[in-house]
């Protein structure tokens, strides 16, 4: 019957108002107290969890001072136009001077003119530049498109990008290293194949040949082709290129002076690859050249193979110059004579000293460490019958050619025994054949350090010149150009700003415990305004056991420790921290090593900073004080949500028991009422009954 107003019919009485001021006699103080639990609990949720998130933006600030990277790192300046400029920690302090010499530049290579639709010769490239060697082959219908493709698209090419220009002339390969510096130059070496026929007598485009049969043979594929008599040169190209049974041979027509040629391909490089024709003539003769017996491989026209030559694939040879090759052969154990050698290539001179029990691998570290050495490159090879030491000119061209004399301790220098069999007119000279135009010289890139020191590097890049540092060579110093100046100094902002980023989150949870924890006491002692942890025990104990971490010394090695304070961080008086620079970075000038352990501990693993991370993350991880405590004020307001749906219930079941008596009774006082009123109507019709006037 809860929520239905009743007033008493029979009675008077005002049933709703008893039944309400009963039931809130009892239901109202029950909520309230509910209600401001309830209110106390959300409260200490919000203000433990502002405390957690303070605490959470002081381990958070830690995140430079614990980085290892943010340590003793050093500040390189004197980058300009002519030189860039990187370090890292590894950098001395100090000061230099850097002079670029010379740049390093890539090797660029240009062949003849050719025209586009030329077939350029059959055979195969032999590309190498630096310590990347890979052949191309070169089929006999190759133009200069497919051979700048079959470069491009080599799986073992990693050095050499090739392109293609055109002029009035024709079409032109150019060929670019892909890395700087003289050990990168190009070398091209060319092997010819002559895997095609060129019938000799020139026709007609009408003009039969004959007729009879063709067999062809190439790598392996044999086929036959039947010519009539009315075919020409063009029908016979037709039929070889159309045959279902030909995959090895390419049939067309060239045009000269004298009329029209039959030519015959294989498809595939190589001497197994030879195309070979016999013809069975009609006229009966298979070997004259009448008829089509004059397209027998016998009577057709080869090109001639040379490898060094300016025609045919040789046109793109640019063979590594000025080498030097040991006759004799020799063990990897062998020792060779005591003396020097003096060596002589463009304008560099140089002398090795050579040790009686040097081994030719000696010899070849002696000559490439040579400090003074700019112009040679040694190295060993091994031909089946033994090793052989070979010298080869860094540069191309004739004004780089290799002189070598030598100071035998034999006492004869000119023989092929000792260390005279070294000199260049004992070894074998390896002819230089360059049918390429050099359009770019590789060059290394030289740079001078205090006046003194010269280096030259393939790469414009010198990492490992000065320790930590990085230099760019960007630009020549001209004569009239200031040298340019690197000074490299400690770096020390990252610590600083560290230490300023943990001060500022500290004191910001300095100012919330404050808030948190004011007692608010008036001058009676009484509370007012207090803060919502006021005297709470947790938050007391938090900034007490974090202020102990401050003061507590933490071993940096050898024995000896650092407290904040001998950092530069101070307390002051209204609890916050303070920072004075000039002490850390006093400090820090001393012994940089110190801060770092400091802060990271002596193994990286036990400082300041794991120490207060720590100690932080017992109260704010999940598992943590605050997080249980959290939880724990959760589940009282749970509980207090729970017994308060059961209380109004209860006060429920109540007022529905109550309106329920006070209805009962209600009706049976109606009923008395009734009956009270029929008695007295009953007496007054009763005779001798005198009713009373009102």
């Known amino acids: 019957m ?37 209110g106390a609990f959300t409260t200490d949720i919000s203000a433990v969890g502002a405390l957690k998130s303070a605490l959470e933006a002081v381990t958070s600030s830690f995140e430079g001072l614990g980085d290892v990277e943010k340590y003793q790192n050093r500040t390189v300046n004197g980058r300009d136009d002519f030189v860039g400029l990187s370090s890292d920690k590894g950098a001395e302090v100090g000061q230099y001077s850097v002079k670029v010499e010379a740049l390093a530049t890539q090797h ?66 150019v060929l670019n290293s892909k890395q700087t510096g003289i050990d990168n130059a190009i070398t091209i070496n060319v092997s010819e194949a002559s895997n095609k026929l060129t019938s000799t007598a020139g ?29 020409t040169l063009s029908d016979i190209v037709t039929a070889i290129n159309e045959s279902t049974d030909n995959t090895s041979v390419v049939a067309r027509i060239v045009t000269d002076g004298a009329g029209q040629h039959l030519v015959f391909n294989s498809i595939e490089p190589g001497d197994a690859n030879a195309v070979t024709v016999t013809a069975t003539d009609d006229d009966g003769n298979n070997t004259n050249t009448t008829g089509i017996s004059q397209f027998a491989s016998t009577n057709m026209d080869t090109p001639s193979v040379s490898n060094g030559d300016n025609s045919g694939l040789s046109r793109f040879t640019s063979a590594a110059t000025n080498k030097l090759t040991s006759v004799n052969g020799f063990t990897s154990t062998d020792t060779v004579g005591s003396g020097s050698l003096s060596f002589s290539s463009g304008g560099n001179s140089f002398d090795v000293t050579v040790g009686a029990f040097d081994t030719l691998t000696d010899i070849m570290k002696a000559i490439n460490d040579n400090g003074e050495n700019s112009s040679i490159k040694a190295s060993i090879v091994n031909d089946g019958a033994g090793d052989h030491l070979v010298f080869s000119s860094r540069q191309q061209g004739s004004e780089h050619a290799i002189t070598v004399t030598a100071v035998d301790d034999d006492g004869n220098n000119g023989d092929m025994t000792g260390l005279s069999q070294f000199s260049s007119a004992n070894q074998t000279a390896t002819a230089n054949i360059d049918n390429m135009t050099e359009v770019d010289v590789a060059t290394d890139a030289k740079i001078t350090i205090d006046g003194t020191i010269t280096v030259t590097n393939s790469s414009n890049v010198f990492d490992s010149v000065i320790d930590g540092i990085t230099i760019t060579a960007n630009k020549l110093h001209g004569v009239d150009d200031d040298i340019s100046k690197v000074s490299i100094t400690e770096d020390n902002k990252n610590v600083a700003a560290g230490i300023n980023t943990f001060i500022e989150s500290f004191n910001a949870l300095v100012d919330l415990t404050a808030q948190l924890g004011k007692s608010g006491q008036n001058a009676d002692g009484e509370l007012e305004n207090a803060g919502v942890l006021a005297g709470d025990s947790m938050l007391r104990g938090v900034m007490t056991k974090i202020r102990s971490q401050f003061n507590k010394g933490f071993d940096t090695g050898n024995g000896e420790t650092l407290t904040l304070s001998q950092l530069g961080v101070r307390t002051e008086r209204d609890g916050k921290l303070s920072f004075e620079k000039s002490t850390l970075e006093d400090l820090i000038k001393e012994s940089p090593d110190k801060v770092q352990s400091f802060f990271l501990g002596p193994n990286g693993d036990n400082g300041f900073v794991k120490d207060m991370n720590d100690f932080i993350g017992f109260y704010t991880d999940s598992d943590g004080v605050i997080s249980q405590r959290i939880n724990g004020k959760n589940n009282q307001i749970d509980k207090i949500t729970d017994d308060l749906e059961g209380f109004q219930f209860k006060m429920a079941s109540l007022e529905s028991r109550l309106y329920a008596q006070y209805n009962a009774m209600d009706l049976v006082v109606a009923q008395m009422n009734s009956t009270s009123s029929f008695l007295l109507s009953q007496l007054d019709n009763m005779p001798g009954v005198v009713k009373k006037s009102s």
């Open 2 to 38: 809860a929520g239905i107003s009743f007033t008493g019919i029979g009675s008077g009485l005002q049933v709703s108002e008893i039944v309400s001021a009963i039931v809130n006699a009892e239901k109202v103080p029950y909520e309230a107290r509910a209600a401001r639990q309830q």
């Open 108 to 173: 660029k290579l240009m062949s003849s003119a050719i025209d586009a639709k030329e077939e350029v010769g059959e055979g195969t490239l032999s590309i190498t530049s630096g310590d990347n060697a890979f052949d191309v082959v070169v089929s006999g219908a190759a133009t200069l498109s497919d051979v700048r493709d079959a470069i491009n698209d080599n799986a073992d090419n990693s050095s050499v990008s090739a392109t293609i220009i055109t002029d009035a002339s024709g079409q032109h390969l």
């Open 203 to 231: 026709f007609a485009k009408t003009d039969t040949v004959g007729s009879g049969t063709l067999s062809f043979g190439s790598g392996g594929n044999n086929f036959d082709i039947a010519v009539g008599a009315t075919d």
